[in-house]
T-cell receptor, first 113, second 112 residues
Framework: ETGVTQTPRHLVMGMTNKKSLKCEQHLGHNAMYWYKQSAKKPLELMFVYNFKEQTENNSVPSRFSPECPNSSHLFLHLHTLQPEDSALYLC????????????FGPGTRLLVL | GQQLNQSPQSMFIQEGEDVSMNCTSSSIFNTWLWYKQDPGEGPVLLIA?????ELTSNGRLTAQFGITRKDSFLNISASIPSDVGIYFCAGLGIQGAQKLVFGQGTRLTINP
């Protein structure tokens, strides 16, 4: 058990919808991450938060908007997505961003129609 | 930027066989991690390696941190059906914001 939970596990949305993905970690970690996993591609890091502050944005389009209200919770707000945004979105956490071991949640499978 | 080349991309083996996969890079890494991902789930950490030359086991799994710090391998002995999944290597470099770099994954299929 990794101690990182994500909801919803599956999401289907139209291109004009607004939805949010939620991640919660119960490990007492200070750093949280959003990754995108598409078929046949390596994991792509999207955002990094350390002590609630965003420390990295990997050139992610503005239709993805992260929010980290505290060290245990991380959201990804979605707005006017494109079909090519369909993927598995994974949340991870680690003790600190300099800490090597990241623990992943089960992911949200997103389909954009 | 830093990249990892993981091979093979896929493997089809018989139950009971041993498995070997590896990751190489042109860059030096301080840490090597091996994850396994089951369908519809997130990656789960299998083994973490922190020192060049280190050999670490976790049950039937054995992984080594290459002496050059540019490669790592993972071996699975006496494979069983639940070993099916995608195995990812990941490396933590010595520069920048300690970003974790992932390999492309090795998809393991086991015939009973």
């Amino acid at each position: 058990e990794t101690g990182v939970t994500q909801t919803p596990r599956h999401l289907v949305m139209g291109m004009t919808n607004k939805k949010s993905l939620k991640c919660e970690q119960h490990l007492g970690h200070n750093a949280m991450y959003w990754y995108k996993q598409s078929a046949k591609k390596p994991l792509e890091l999207m955002f990094v938060y350390n002590f609630k502050e965003q420390t990295e944005n990997n050139s992610v389009p503005s239709r993805f908007s992260p929010e980290c209200p505290n060290s245990s919770h991380l959201f990804l707000h979605l707005h006017t997505l494109q079909p090519e945004d369909s993927a598995l979105y994974l949340c991870a956490s680690s003790q600190e961003t300099a800490q090597e071991t990241q623990y992943f949640g089960p992911g949200t499978r997103l389909l954009v129609l | 930027g830093q990249q990892l080349n993981q091979s093979p991309q896929s493997m089809f083996i018989q139950e009971g066989e041993d498995v070997s996969m590896n990751c190489t890079s042109s860059s030096i890494f301080n840490t090597w991690l091996w994850y396994k991902q089951d369908p519809g789930e997130g990656p789960v950490l299998l083994i973490a390696l922190y020192k060049a030359g280190e050999l670490t086991s976790n049950g039937r799994l054995t992984a080594q941190f290459g002496i050059t710090r540019k490669d790592s391998f993972l071996n699975i002995s006496a494979s069983i059906p639940s070993d099916v999944g995608i195995y990812f290597c990941a490396g933590l470099g010595i520069q920048g914001a300690q970003k974790l770099v992932f390999g492309q994954g090795t998809r393991l299929t086991i015939n009973p």
